[in-house]
């Protein structure tokens, strides 16, 4: 029989809905009810494509007898941590807090009134590792409950008394100049790997943020250390098993140092920002790698994850079937010689192993292995590589495909438009950018409401119940951004506007200029969430300093100019410390410290193959942050084109910057020497 999550609309909620536990899903009802009873709750967060989530799950939550003690003794609170990002954020900080580390699944048990007492993550069927089983922590639980309530009082007091004193030491609204983004990338520099590439030790995730301020500190001071850490990582990534050698995408990060073996799920936000890190690299470069590796992972994003409604799905699971019965990790994507014998035949199978890494021993499990493009001396034949890729490519098509999370979020296919756009317009693919255009359409035409309120989620075009955190208005209004300048379409610049409108009024401490996580009027959780770091994605912070220096190069803004440069005073304290952790703002200060440009290209009505030429050249200058605005001569669809006229009848391009503004040219080569620091 169904519990209580059979009529919830995200895949991983829908995932535990026939489970016995019976499971609440995130409301005031669930501790209403938990108060009537007099029990305290279990707090289980997770999301669709986490592993070790399912193991639990199997393990535990379908376990008839844990279901029945779970039932009797506590209230059981499900959540997704993709559709409440600001729960999981308030609880995840005590996590870690209480113990050092976190992760999902996260085991949170609280009071009634929401306020936590006990800490864990995975808890195993049975103790092992030092790890006590799930069985015993419900039992320790109860047991505390009701023999030391008022201890147990005592310390969720505590616990929320410093979390609450856990304020962020914001520093001033200064923004960062350039001593601390010198010192920033000497920091990433002590930190880098220069055998493998990427930063730090094992697990190795892609640094997309902190490679996108590389290269805007390479556009604007020309340090070549800078360019030289991100190409390399790049290159690393691409020839690794992190990269789908043959299917395009990234996965989520690599076990080892060496990009090797994935963690297989591919999640949509990594896709969509590597995507426009690789197509910005051969924006700087020319690199025939990096033009590969942009067109295939956007193909992947629009072949595997766009969604009937236009979006883009989430995530693809790392699990599958093994065609054996058993869901096994990355089951889907590697490869034994045997198996390459099967699909290939002996002396094309031979070629293939020498070509992608595939060894009798393996790289991976149970003999199989990871398809990599090992650094080597050997020279292969360009078509039968190509034949070789196609038939594996329908051979792996026969498996049992991963399980896909459907559900669109604001956020994650805001990232995915300005990708898709960007990466469209350089290389000349329309059907990228009307890609980027349908996923825009949706979230107006489902996510936004009249008010300019933006919905979290959706699932198979009907809208979640989730308010939009500050992430959400962000990337969406970066994304919309984004296709104004490769459009021309000033509809973007104004669907932006409002987006940016609900940053200032709700999300924004008018006093200090720092961005909270959750609007003023959102729900009341134990705190407000509030966090400028970037993880997986750019924080809200980061990203909503980013746009609104964008809209505010686009219009003039003053107000949206302040806010930006107040918000980036966190990034002056942060950045020159832990400079892998902000990448992202620090990116929107090289932004700030080159202008950022505004350009605009006037051409005559109609067709115009001149103005065109001069609109490619604008979207490939390099300088940080430079906005683009292109229409018709007398067109006041964006700001920037007010007034402009065309030099002697012919398609015009003008370049300001810092409040002043350049001589108009007619002449691309001399427009992209201009938006080429």
């Not at 996965?251 to 963690?263: G, I, K, L, M």
């Not at 699971?317 to 010689?337: K, L, M």
């Not at 809208?463 to 379409?489: I, K, M, P, Q, R």
């Not at 509030?530 to 980061?542: E, H, L, Y």
Request: net charge negative.
């Amino acid at each position: 029989m169904a519990n209580r999550l059979a009529h919830e609309t995200s895949p991983y909620l829908l995932q535990h809905a026939d489970n016995p536990v019976d499971w609440w899903p995130w409301s005031a009802e669930a501790f209403e009810e938990a108060r009537r009873r007099g029990v305290p709750v279990l707090l289980s967060v997770g999301y669709s494509s986490c592993h070790w989530c399912h193991v639990m799950a199997h393990e535990s939550f379908e376990d008839q007898a844990t279901a029945d003690y779970l039932n009797e003794h506590f209230l059981s609170v499900k959540v997704d941590r993709e559709e409440r990002p600001d729960v999981d954020a308030v609880y995840m900080e005590a996590v870690q807090a209480a113990t050092g580390q976190g992760g999902w699944p996260m085991t949170v048990f609280l009071t009634p009134d929401a306020e936590p007492f006990y800490f864990g993550t995975y808890f195993p069927p049975a103790p092992r590792h030092g790890m006590p089983s799930f069985r015993q922590v419900l039992e320790g639980v109860r047991h505390a409950w009701t023999d030391r309530r008022e201890e147990v009082a005592e310390v969720a007091g505590k616990i929320v008394r410093d979390l609450a004193g856990r304020e962020i030491a914001y520093g001033d609204d200064v923004a960062p100049g350039e001593q601390e983004l010198a010192q920033a990338l000497l920091g990433l520099t002590r930190e880098y790997d220069p055998q493998r590439g990427g930063f730090g030790g094992a697990p190795k995730f892609p640094p997309s943020m902190v490679i996108e301020f590389l290269l805007r500190h390479h556009a604007r001071t020309g340090a070549e250390g800078a360019l030289q850490m991100a190409r390399d990582t790049c290159e690393r990534m691409a020839r690794g098993g992190i990269y789908d050698q043959l299917g395009g995408g990234f996965a989520r990060y690599s076990v080892d140092r060496d990009w090797t073996v994935p963690h297989f799920e591919k999640m949509l936000y990594d896709n969509a920002l590597l995507c426009r890190v690789y197509a910005h690299l051969w924006r700087a470069t020319g690199s025939e790698l990096a033009r590969r590796v942009a067109l295939e992972t956007a193909d992947f994003m629009v072949r595997e994850l766009r969604t009937a409604e236009g979006g883009f799905a989430s995530a693809l699971d790392a699990d599958s079937d093994d065609g054996a019965g058993r869901h096994v990790e990355g089951a889907y994507y590697v490869w034994t010689p045997t198996q390459l014998t099967e699909v290939l035949g002996a002396e094309d199978a031979k070629e293939a192993a020498q070509y992608f890494g595939v060894t009798e021993a393996g790289t991976f499990e149970e003999g199989a292995s990871v398809l990599q493009l090992p650094q080597q001396d050997g020279v292969f034949d360009a078509d039968k590589i190509a034949s070789i890729k196609e038939r594996l490519s329908a051979a792996r098509a026969a498996r049992p495909a991963p399980g896909r999370d459907d559900k669109v979020v604001a956020a994650w296919n805001g990232l995915a438009i300005a990708a898709l756009a960007e990466t469209g317009a350089y290389f000349d693919r329309p059907d990228l950018v009307d890609a980027a255009v349908a996923a825009a359409d949706l979230l107006v035409r489902l996510h936004l409401d009249d008010r300019a309120r933006l919905a979290r989620t959706s699932k198979d075009g009907h809208v979640g119940a989730n308010a939009g955190v500050l992430e959400d208005y962000a990337d969406v209004a970066e994304g919309f951004l984004a296709l104004a300048s490769v459009t021309g379409e000033g509809v973007w610049l104004e669907f932006a506007g409002f987006l940016l409108d609900q940053v200032l009024v709700r999300f924004a401490d008018p006093e200090s200029g720092a961005l909270y996580d959750t609007a003023a009027d959102a729900e009341r959780l134990i705190r407000r969430p509030q966090d400028p770091t970037d993880n997986a994605v750019p924080s809200g912070w980061s990203a909503a300093a980013g746009a609104l220096l964008s809209y505010a190069a686009h219009t003039g803004s003053e107000p949206h100019r302040t806010a930006a440069e107040r918000a980036l005073g966190v990034v002056k304290a942060l950045g020159p410390r832990v400079p892998r952790f902000i990448g992202w703002g620090l990116a929107v200060a090289e932004a700030l410290l080159d202008g950022p440009r505004e350009v605009a290209v006037v051409g005559r009505a109609g067709g115009d193959p001149a103005a065109d030429e001069l609109h490619r050249a604008a979207l490939l200058g390099t300088a940080p942050g430079a906005v683009v605005a292109r229409g018709a001569l007398g067109s006041e669809e964006f700001p920037l084109l007010v007034d402009r006229v065309l030099v002697e009848g012919v398609a015009t391009a003008y370049v300001c910057r810092g409040f002043v503004c350049e001589l108009p040219t007619t002449d691309a080569d001399a427009l992209r020497d201009r938006l080429t620091p």
